[in-house]
């Protein structure tokens, strides 16, 4: 069960105004331990046409809030289900400080992923990338060609990565689409066993069958000023993957 304010650990938290130890605020910011309200009057947001569903939300300060983070803001998400289970969600910030001053922030769509086991996936896309390591105090380095596997505990910031990620999980045949918006980084997560036994709120051996592959905005912080609007998207999609002697067509997959 969950308790607030802890995090729930699955789904999708949303990150902000901290990404994770970067700041004074508690691990990757507040949002994901407040209760948002329905949004009825959100302010115009083009519709795809393939949405068939979407609801509103917003999140505003409280006073607490406001005393570790002394900045006035509103934060809408739209939450869209397309016809065939793809999944949208679109944040939208502003800067509503009535003391004219700008903020920054960093920002992560913490999405996990179920996949069938952690050792058979591979994310395609971020071959060739620089990356920051959290494991290695941050330090900077380049990934190689290969697409990536996952053989021990992974917690790496992507930067620039492409608007375009595909978790190819062989046993299940499936793949998941991963696209964004207005967010430069990629941020690959699995805790291994070492961690997943440390973790209080995490099975000893659920790692084997999760990996989070997080749209953000990490190494830049986003400023804005009064008045303004930052927007970023996360679009999710699964579609079956064929598998055929080993190799799946990584083109294919990235590009249709
Ligand atoms: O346990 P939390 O606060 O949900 O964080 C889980 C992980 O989230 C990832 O996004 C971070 O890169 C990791 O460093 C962190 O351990």
Same mark, same amino acid.
């Given at each position: 069960?969950i308790?607030?304010?802890?995090?729930?650990? %699955?789904?999708?938290?949303?990150? =902000?105004?901290?990404f994770g130890?970067?700041?004074?605020?508690?691990?990757?910011g507040?949002?994901r331990?407040r209760?948002?309200?329905i949004?009825?009057?959100?302010?115009?947001?083009?519709?795809?046409?393939?949405i068939?569903a979407?609801?509103?939300l $917003?999140l505003?300060?409280?006073e607490?809030?406001?005393?570790?983070?002394p900045?006035?803001?509103?934060f809408r998400?739209?939450?869209?289900?397309g016809?065939?289970?793809d999944?949208?969600?679109?944040? /939208?910030i502003?800067?509503t400080?009535?003391?004219?001053r700008p =903020?920054?922030?960093? =920002?992560a769509f913490?999405?996990?992923?179920?996949?069938?086991? $952690?050792?058979?996936?591979?994310?395609e896309?971020?071959?060739?990338m620089?990356?920051?390591?959290n494991?290695?105090?941050?330090e900077?380095?380049?990934e190689?060609?290969?697409?990536i596997? =996952?053989e021990?505990?992974v917690?790496?910031?992507?930067?620039?990565?492409p608007?375009?990620?595909?978790i190819?999980?062989h046993?299940? /045949?499936?793949?998941?689409?991963?696209?964004?918006?207005g967010?430069?980084d990629a941020?690959v997560?699995?805790?291994?066993?070492?961690?997943? *036994?440390?973790?209080?709120?995490?099975?000893?051996? @659920?790692y084997?069958?999760?990996?989070?592959v997080e749209p953000?905005?990490? @190494?830049?912080?986003?400023t804005? *000023?009064?008045? @303004?609007?930052?927007? %970023?998207?996360l679009?999710?999609?699964?579609?079956?993957?064929?598998?055929c002697?080993?190799?799946?067509?990584?083109?294919?997959?990235?590009?249709?």
């Amino acid at each position: 069960a969950i308790k607030p304010p802890k995090p729930f650990r %699955g789904g999708i938290p949303i990150c =902000f105004p901290q990404f994770g130890t970067q700041g004074n605020l508690e691990q990757h910011g507040f949002a994901r331990n407040r209760l948002w309200a329905i949004d009825d009057n959100p302010p115009p947001l083009p519709v795809n046409p393939a949405i068939k569903a979407f609801v509103d939300l $917003i999140l505003k300060p409280s006073e607490d809030d406001l005393k570790m983070w002394p900045h006035s803001f509103e934060f809408r998400l739209r939450i869209a289900l397309g016809a065939g289970g793809d999944l949208s969600l679109t944040s /939208r910030i502003r800067n509503t400080n009535t003391d004219g001053r700008p =903020f920054s922030y960093t =920002f992560a769509f913490h999405t996990y992923f179920s996949v069938s086991d $952690i050792s058979e996936v591979r994310v395609e896309g971020l071959e060739t990338m620089d990356y920051l390591d959290n494991m290695k105090g941050k330090e900077r380095f380049t990934e190689q060609g290969d697409a990536i596997v =996952f053989e021990s505990e992974v917690d790496k910031v992507y930067l620039a990565a492409p608007s375009k990620v595909a978790i190819i999980d062989h046993d299940m /045949r499936r793949t998941f689409v991963v696209t964004k918006e207005g967010l430069p980084d990629a941020v690959v997560w699995n805790p291994w066993d070492k961690k997943a *036994k440390a973790m209080q709120d995490f099975g000893d051996s @659920e790692y084997k069958h999760m990996l989070c592959v997080e749209p953000a905005a990490v @190494e830049k912080p986003i400023t804005l *000023k009064p008045g @303004e609007e930052w927007k %970023g998207r996360l679009g999710l999609s699964a579609v079956p993957s064929s598998y055929c002697s080993g190799q799946l067509d990584p083109l294919k997959v990235l590009h249709g």
